[in-house]
């Protein structure tokens, strides 16, 4: 009943006096966090957040555009002309490490794949993860916690969007975390979901005629032994089983023997099945 009427209150005071743009993100957030949809609200938040934003996100703070992503996408609410109007990524620069992954999986939820958002996502984040640059910076001030390294893979592979570059730092940060005071932070949610991103990024490709792992499987199965070194225990069933699950959906169907080979194969079939004839009389 108290939504409700702030839902009511909220759509009244917009007809008579626009919400300011941290008001609106502030609602939505709200909303989403007790998992309440209001459509007439969201859509008049939606409505109401189009007129700053098309003037380059005047009046919202990097973390009022996060939530503004993230209450959308966690509400599933795929509202078309708010995520194109947040598309381009101008603002990624400003923003902190959980604003870039709640950005990014709430793109990824609503599977809206906009590149120059990915692309300005990923280039943030690789500025503030460790060992991401050839003289062995990155910014770990503020760095990534377990789970936003997860989502942050996570959000690549809906999507089909390979970046090797910064999967190779979200794996090494995550194995970097693994031997350090910060291992305990890897529960079995946050490192299944890591793996099953890389996996199923890419799990295995032909090449004349044979399988080869990919560059998304090695990543899994090297988070996987620093997991198993770092933090005995930690690779249970519901970690391996989303690894299984992601490469299982990659494996191509089964290589068919050439038409000389079946002809082969179907010769010494026949012969066998005589041989057994013969035997039985």
Same mark, same amino acid.
């Given at each position: 009943?108290?939504?409700? #009427?702030?839902?009511? #209150?909220?759509?009244? +005071? ?6 300011? /743009? ?11 966090? %007790? #998992?309440?949809?209001?459509?007439? +609200? ?7 957040? =189009? &007129?700053?934003?098309?003037?380059? *996100?005047? *009046? @919202?703070?990097? &973390? ?12 599933? !609410?795929?509202?078309? /002309? =708010? =995520? ?10 400003? @923003? ?15 599977? %809206?794949? $906009? $590149? ?19 003289? *062995?910076?990155? $910014? ?30 979200? #794996? ?13 932070? @890897? ?14 990024? *890419? ?11 990919? /560059? ?6 090297? !988070? ?10 930690? %690779?249970?069933?519901? !970690? ?11 494996? /191509?169907?089964? =290589? &068919? ?25």
């Amino acid at each position: 009943p108290l939504l409700k #009427a702030i839902s009511s #209150a909220s759509l009244k +005071l917009r007809a008579e006096e626009p919400f300011a /743009p941290r008001g609106l993100a502030h609602i939505a957030w709200s909303f989403a966090t %007790v #998992a309440l949809r209001d459509a007439p +609200l969201l859509d008049a938040i939606a409505a109401a957040s =189009l &007129q700053p934003l098309a003037r380059g *996100g005047a *009046g @919202f703070s990097s &973390q009022g555009l996060a939530n503004t992503a993230w209450a959308f996408a966690t509400l599933e !609410v795929r509202h078309m /002309p =708010l =995520l194109q109007a947040m598309s381009g990524g101008s603002r990624c620069s400003e @923003f902190q490490t959980q604003e870039l992954a709640n950005t990014a999986w709430a793109f990824a939820s609503l599977r %809206v794949r $906009d $590149d120059p958002l990915l692309d300005a996502i990923s280039a943030a984040a690789l500025r503030r993860l460790p060992g991401a640059h050839a003289d *062995g910076g990155g $910014d770990d001030s503020e760095g990534f916690t377990p789970q936003q390294l997860a989502n942050m893979a996570w959000a690549f592979a809906p999507l089909e969007r390979p970046d090797g570059p910064l999967l190779d730092a979200i #794996a090494a940060a995550a194995m970097l975390q693994m031997r350090s005071r910060s291992a305990h932070g @890897f529960g079995p949610q946050a490192l299944a979901g890591m793996m099953w991103s890389f996996a199923r990024i *890419g799990c295995t490709h032909q090449q004349d005629g044979h399988s080869s792992a990919s /560059p998304g499987l090695r990543l899994s199965m090297q !988070v996987l032994r620093a997991a198993e070194a770092s933090m005995p225990g930690a %690779v249970l069933p519901e !970690v391996i089983g989303p690894l299984i699950s992601a490469c299982e959906q990659q494996l /191509p169907p089964p =290589l &068919q023997p050439p038409p000389q080979r079946q002809q082969k194969q179907q010769q010494q079939q026949h012969q066998y099945e005589h041989q057994q004839q013969l035997q039985q009389q």
